[in-house]
C-alpha cells in the first residue's frame, strides 16, 4: 500500500533488510529470537525500516485477555532510520496492513522498557491503551550487555556463572483491533507515565522473540 502524501509504502520485509535495520537502527542491536513478522516501510521509494511482530516471550500474553494466542500479537521491534513520516502514524499504517493480512487478530501488546529510558511516547501518540507495568524481569549479562535472561535462554547459553540483576516491569500498552475488543479493555485503562529521560534511540519498545500466528507464517518474507 502507498500513500501519495509522504510516498509512503508499507510492505513484507526480507529477513536479511529486517535484520539489517535492527542491528542499524535499533538500540539493542540484534533482531529478536524465533520467528516474527516483518513488515518494511519505505518512504519516497527509499528502504528506512521495519516494524516487527511476534507472539512474544511470553506465551500467556493473551491469555488474560480472554484470547488464543491466533488471536493476539507482540510488536516486538520499531527500527527506523532517519524520516519524515511520523512514528505514530508508520506503526498504525503497519498495523492495519497486517490487520488485513490476518483479520482474526483482535489485540496488538507492546512494551516499553523504562530500564532504558523508555516511557512509550510512540504508544501515546497513537492513542495507545497504557495498562501499567509488567512484572520484574531478570537479566543476565551476556556478550557485553545486560540482556532478558529469556533471550539468553533461547541463545542455548548456560547462565549458572553468568551475572544477573532484578529490574523492574516494562511499561505496557495495548492496541484493540476491534470495537469489542476495546470496550473489553478499557476498564484496564490508566493514566500515561510521563517521560522519565531522553530515550537511548527514540521511544523504541526493546522485546524477546516472538512465533507469528499461524496465518502470518505463510505470508511471512523470508
Known amino acids: 500500500m502507498a500513500l501519495s502524501k509522504l510516498d509512503l509504502k508499507i510492505d513484507w520485509a526480507t529477513h536479511a533488510a529486517a535484520k539489517h535495520a535492527c542491528q542499524k537502527w535499533h538500540y539493542s542491536q540484534c533482531l529478536p529470537v524465533g520467528k516474527i513478522v516483518k513488515v518494511g516501510v519505505w518512504e519516497f521509494g527509499k528502504f528506512i525500516g521495519v516494524v ?75 492513542n495507545w491503551i497504557y495498562r501499567g507495568l509488567s512484572n520484574t524481569a531478570i537479566k543476565v549479562w551476556y556478550n557485553g550487555k545486560w540482556s532478558h535472561k529469556k533471550t539468553v535462554d533461547d541463545s542455548g547459553v548456560c547462565q549458572k556463572m553468568l551475572k544477573k540483576k532484578k529490574v523492574p516491569g516494562k511499561h505496557c500498552y495495548l492496541m484493540p483491533l476491534d470495537k469489542e475488543m476495546k470496550k473489553s479493555i478499557m476498564p484496564l485503562s490508566k493514566p500515561y507515565p510521563k517521560r522519565v529521560k531522553k530515550a537511548i534511540s527514540g521511544d523504541q519498545s526493546e522485546s524477546g522473540g516472538a512465533v507469528p500466528t499461524h496465518t502470518l507464517q505463510s505470508k511471512e518474507a523470508v
Not at 92 to 112: D, G, H, N
Open 52 to 126: 516487527l511482530f511476534g507472539r512474544g516471550a511470553n506465551h500467556n500474553m493473551v491469555k488474560g485477555y480472554n484470547l488464543t494466542q491466533d488471536q493476539g500479537c507482540e510488536l516486538v521491534r520499531v527500527a527506523l532510520t532517519k524520516h519524515e513520516s511520523k512514528v505514530s502514524r508508520i506503526v498504525k499504517l503497519a498495523m492495519m496492513f497486517l490487520k488485513r493480512q490476518s483479520p482474526e487478530l483482535k489485540l496488538i501488546v507492546s512494551y516499553a522498557d523504562g530500564d532504558q529510558g523508555h516511557y512509550g511516547g510512540i504508544y501515546q501518540a497513537g
